[in-house]
């Protein structure tokens, strides 16, 4: 029987653990090889399994490149080529309703930015209108104030 409060060393990573702990080191233990949890049948380590299913693994479920236009499905890495081939027709609908619709919104916006620009340039008239009318009767005044005026 060994002792459980002997201290070894894990033949993975070189960590020195209790005995007793060797087992469970060895279910988080970094470098120990794992198989790909997607199941992609790759051996790699621990440490190394997050960023394979990220970036590498061929069996993640990644968004397709149209999800920004409305595409919602989720495909393999390694089917995306076909989902895009076969979708294709969809895929450009989607850009086309896409780009509809941001039409329309700028349209709206367009007539928004009209209606206030012909505001905006009523109320500058209006303003015109009642300077000149000051203009015209200070005018006034001055000549009538003149004309009090003893000659020189």
Known sequence: MECR??????????????????????GVCPDVDVECPNECSLSLRRRESEDHIETDCP??????????????????????DEHQE?????????????ALT???????ERKKVEKQYAEDVAELKDRLDTQEETICCLEQEKTQQTSKLPPN
């Open 59 to 80: 069996n993640t479920l990644v968004s397709c490149p149209f999800s920004s236009f409305g595409c919602k499905e989720l495909v393999k890495r390694c089917e995306l």
């Open 5 to 26: 409060l002997l201290t070894v060393v894990c033949e993975h990573c070189g960590l020195s653990i209790l005995n007793r702990e060797s087992e469970a080191h060895h």
């Open 102 to 108: 941001k039409i329309a919104v700028m349209e709206e």
């Open 86 to 98: 076969s979708k294709e027709s969809k895929h450009t609908q989607l850009q086309l309703n896409f």
